[in-house]
């Protein structure tokens, strides 16, 4: 996807405001007032709120699913390959933690076509992990546990750090990445 | 809390209503449908919605809150203090996971006091296990990682553990906790 500048604003605008209150109850009106411009040149952009959540949830699917891709196709070990994995979680977080809480909170408001590509894209995007342990625990670098609970453990906690992280800005990025790492592969044992 | 029979029939079909449609989209007529009586009925036992809301949430909160006092005060180890407190989150998602999506889903929709003593119990909650991992990392059981990173590491994964068990229900309850303390604990490297 192509997107100019005030596209971007106003992404970024409305990725906030349904943060705030929810997308449901946010108007384009709410929008445009937000941006400080009249509701009719929004309209000269975007055509409705839906294009608007589709582009932030869109976006930020791909860039999910082309990195693990690339980290699945890789020819790294599989330590490495989730080390790999919590770095992008780490770095989308830190640069667009509201287009992550849309995407979490709002997916269910996409319809048709839009609905259909983002559950395919989340359902690959676990199949393409579940890969990268199934062949660590084929090679001996992962223990021999139900995959299943595996893949639970380290994506539920993965895919809701934007929440706490919010509130923990005092940790350095860096920290965080070490001791995730530390946690969800070698445990606190 | 001292419930009645119909009581608690209420709140487990309400809480089914406001896991499936969302607390806010339920009316107390839909309930009252749900059971098969007369609304007028159903005000004989509840007063509102808001009160159903408050008996399903405070009541869980307040037997995670019994529980983990206990076991924080218990003089067992601190990995069997983290074994234990892992079960009650087990045990609490197979019994109530509608309960448990309603806590989680729509706390905010609590008023007043209810809203601050259940905010109170959630942080107390947060604080007990931060005395469990502290006194851990103390006795050199727990390595000495970011306290922060390995709370909401641990907390993240059991708190939405009924959203994923709920759609996983084939693995079986000791077999999931087997693997549940193995990769919180010891990792899965």
Request: aromatic share 6%; proline share 1%; net charge negative.
């Given at each position: 996807?192509k997107i100019t500048d005030r596209k ?59 990195v693990i891709d690339e980290i699945l ?117």
């Amino acid at each position: 996807m192509k997107i100019t500048d005030r596209k971007t604003e106003i992404i970024n605008v409305a990725a906030k405001l349904f943060k705030e209150k929810g997308y449901s109850a946010v108007t384009m009106r709410d929008i445009a007032q937000a941006m400080d411009i009249k509701a009719a040149s929004l309209y000269n952009h975007i055509k409705s709120k839906q294009e608007i959540l589709v582009l932030i949830i869109i976006e930020i699917a791909e860039e999910f699913t082309s990195v693990i891709d690339e980290i699945l196709a890789s020819d790294e070990t599989t330590i490495q390959k989730i080390e790999r994995v919590i770095q992008l979680h780490i770095d989308i977080t830190l640069r667009n933690s509201e287009a992550l809480a849309c995407l979490n909170n709002d997916w269910m408001h996409l319809t048709d076509d839009d609905l259909i590509y983002f559950i395919k894209m989340r359902e690959d995007y676990e199949e393409s992990f579940r890969k990268i342990i199934k062949s660590g625990i084929a090679n001996g670098e992962i223990k021999n546990l139900n995959i299943e609970v595996i893949i639970f453990s380290t994506l539920s906690t993965l895919r809701t750090l934007y929440i706490w992280y919010g509130k923990k800005k005092t940790i350095k990025p860096e920290i965080l990445k070490a001791n995730m790492i530390q946690v969800l592969l070698n445990g606190i044992v």
